[in-house]
């Protein structure tokens, strides 16, 4: 059974950092792109964040490019999601997830497995 946990999220301040992580089990996913989404209370879920499958390649929301970065070990089946500058409008729960596909991907159809999110809170 595959499942994906989530960790490292919690209450920081406006200006501060987290590092999320994703530790993928029940196979291995190196050949899988990952991605990481949120979902603000009222709001739909968006895209953070996908990494491909050998992580050279990233892409980014525009709302998080340039303060947020995601790495994976594949080594470990494990993804993650540094995010730096951090603002009150980053408030969330985010949610990692497994695509079918290699390549990095920003829509939410195109994954197969999701986490079941950590909340990440952002005080002004």
């Known amino acids: 059974q595959v499942q994906l946990v989530e960790s490292g999220g919690g209450l920081v301040q406006a200006g501060g950092s987290l590092r999320l992580s994703c530790a993928a089990s029940?196979?291995?996913?190196?050949?899988?792109?990952m991605g990481w989404f949120r979902q603000a209370p009222g709001k739909e879920r968006e895209f953070v964040a996908s990494?491909?499958?050998?992580?050279?390649?990233?892409y980014y929301a525009g709302a998080v490019k340039g303060r947020f970065t995601s790495s994976r070990d594949n080594s470990k089946n494990t993804v993650y999601l540094q995010m730096n500058s951090l603002k009150p409008e980053d408030t969330a729960v985010y949610y990692c997830?497994?695509?079918?596909?290699?390549?990095?991907?920003?829509?939410?159809?195109?994954?197969?497995?999701w986490g079941q999110g950590t909340q990440v809170t952002v005080s002004s």
């Open positions: 990494i491909s499958s050998g992580g050279s390649t990233t």
């Open positions: 029940g196979r291995t996913f190196s050949m899988n792109a």
């Open positions: 997830a497994i695509a079918r596909y290699g390549r990095v991907r920003a829509v939410a159809a195109d994954y197969d497995y």
